[in-house]
């Protein structure tokens, strides 16, 4: 074999490792599984503070000993204020089925209308309060 077609074959070798390696990776799968969790209960309290605030405690369940408290997004649309409450749970792990809890204090501010009503849901649990 020529110096020069042993280049090139070395080249092209190259090529295709570096190819065949990039196709052949699967994307990651998610290690943790996100599920909203069970609310157990909320409570609505305006804040002593200027202006007041309204704040919002959360008690929601954990379904083994593997699961732990995700995050917490809120959203307001008019009246209605959503909070979504999630846990997370390692996927494929055998867990202590031992039911566990959290607890969550939100604050949502103080941009509220004086007198009227707002409906609040948090996950499943629905409630109203007045500001």
Not at 1 to 17: D, G, R, V
Not at 91 to 99: G, H, N, T
Request: charge should be neutral.
């Amino acid at each position: 074999m020529s110096k020069i077609t042993l280049a090139c074959t070395s080249t092209l070798m190259i090529i295709l490792m570096l190819v065949g390696g990039a196709c052949s990776k699967a994307p990651a799968e998610p290690q943790e599984e996100i599920d909203l969790a069970p609310i157990h209960e909320v409570n609505v309290t305006l804040l002593k503070s200027k202006p007041p605030q309204i704040g919002v405690y959360i008690k929601g369940g954990l379904r083994d000993g593997c699961t732990t408290f995700h995050n917490i997004e809120i959203t307001r649309e008019g009246s209605t204020v959503n909070i979504k409450v999630t846990t997370q749970h390692p996927k494929d792990k055998v867990c202590p089925a031992v039911y566990g809890y959290f607890e969550k204090d939100v604050n949502l501010g103080s941009n509220f209308s004086v007198g009227t009503i707002y409906t609040l849901n948090v996950n499943d649990y629905t409630s109203t309060f007045t500001y």
